[in-house]
């Protein structure tokens, strides 16, 4: 059973920057690819960037492109999310996803392995 759990989320203003992390209790990163999304209050889950089990390949949502940047270390079990430019649209819980297949997509039932979620709230 893979064990996903997220960090960094919190308050920030508009404008400001956070980095999300989500790290694996196994060597998952090296045969999965991984993903984020978020989910709003009365909104479906939604994919924001995905990343190849290589590291090579990445993929945004339109709404995050420009803005965020996934990333992961394998050697340390752990994906990244950096946020820039946030906006009060950005506000939601997000979570990391972790399927075992190459590339990330965007559907999220896709996904075998979900984390807890961390809440990133931006105030305009």
């Known amino acids: 059973q893979v064990q996903l759990v997220e960090s960094g989320g919190g308050l920030v203003q508009a404008g400001g920057s956070l980095t999300l992390s989500c790290a694996s209790s196994?060597?998952?990163?090296?045969?999965?690819?991984m993903g984020w999304f978020r989910q709003a209050p009365g909104k479906e889950r939604e994919f924001v960037a995905g990343?190849?089990?290589?590291?090579?390949?990445?993929g945004y949502a339109d709404s995050v492109k420009g803005r965020f940047t996934i990333s992961s270390v394998n050697a340390k079990n752990t994906v990244y999310l950096q946020m820039n430019s946030l906006k009060p649209e950005d506000t939601a819980v997000y979570y990391c996803a972790a399927r075992p297949c190459t590339r990330a997509v965007v559907d999220p039932n896709q996904y075998h392995y979900w984390g807890q979620g961390t809440q990133v709230t931006v105030s305009s």
């Open positions: 990343i190849s089990w290589s590291g090579g390949s990445t």
């Open positions: 196994e060597r998952t990163f090296s045969t999965y690819a």
